[in-house]
């Protein structure tokens, strides 16, 4: 693994060192949105053997790359391969989201739980990283990810997507022993997982935890963050030479950015409710931040579109250390020029910002 980065703004951005302009990628970058993605999704028949044929993984991660001049690349796969390394069963029904079943939901589950090797069972995420590097010649450099061990945790305890959380959460209040044990078991996995990816060649790490922000603040910070940040503490800081910088993204996390900085991470990601001038504030630029575009910025045009990216890099400010997203994942019926407008916007607008 020893091409050399042509560009690594992202990384640099990332470790808030200074850089030309303000690097650029997309949350489900690689999707339904994309006409290239859902050809090559008909050719694997399914999203899950989608994820696990390291050659398909590679084009559909690269696909995104080939349309516009995004700064980082994400593997391609989805938080939910632990789950399915772990036995639990996943399904992936059309239009119905995920399936996990055999969910989680005793005490007596919770102690028999299977802890997958991550070279074994989850053999075909790491070859998948290490054909994208190849691939990727240097180009951008690779995120890998998981998800946190509280939104993994919800879909192995609800069985699938849920509104209310009712299951994992009448868990947590009357049994959270066992509730910290799952947790506790996701959160070894994650580690290894993570750091099995950060061998096969990704070359930054963020956490996905969609769901923390159905927690309250006290719920939040014991049965979230802190798993969060024992996973940050658990990876491999440097590969090849270099930092592996790390982010923590929790949906809606608003008022909890503060102590999310707490963390051992380099970046945190922001969604759109958030100004991201308040986000620098609590993180008093200890931290960098990712984000924060509503994704439905998108349906407008692209000019309204450049208007909001000025307004998102304004509200950033001058300075390093951000990294612009959008606030969440980018939806399947946005048209893919508009992504392009946005793109577009930030690498021609964001110098000001540099100087
Ligand atoms: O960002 C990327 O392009 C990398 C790939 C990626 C996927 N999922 C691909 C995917 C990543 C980083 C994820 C993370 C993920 N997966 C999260 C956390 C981030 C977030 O969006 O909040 C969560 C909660 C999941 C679980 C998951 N996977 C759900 C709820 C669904 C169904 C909902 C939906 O959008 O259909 C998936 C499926 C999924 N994961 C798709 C993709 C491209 C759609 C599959 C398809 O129909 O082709």
Redesign the pocket.
Known sequence: MNDSLKNDVFLRALLRQPTPYTPVWM??????YLPEYRAT?AKAGD?LTLCQTPDLACEVTLQPLERYPLDAA???????TIPHAMGLGLK?ETGE??LIERPIRCATDVVSLAKPDPNQELRYVMDAVSLIRKELNGRVPLIG?A?SPW?VGTYCVEGG?SRDFARIKGMMYDDPKSLHTLLSTLTDITINYLNSQIAAGAQAIMI?D?WGNVLSPANYREFSLHYMSRIVDGLQREADGRIVPRIVFT?GAGPLIAEIAKVNCDAIGVDWTTDLSEARRMVSDSKALQGNLDPCVLYASPEKIREQVAKVLASYGYGNGHVFNLG??IHPTINPEHAGAMIKAVHELSPAFHQ
């Open positions: 949350m489900r970058q690689a999707g339904r999704r999203f994400i593997l391609f796969s989805d938080i939910l992936f989201g995920p990810f998800g939104t997507s996905f969609t949906k969440h994942g």
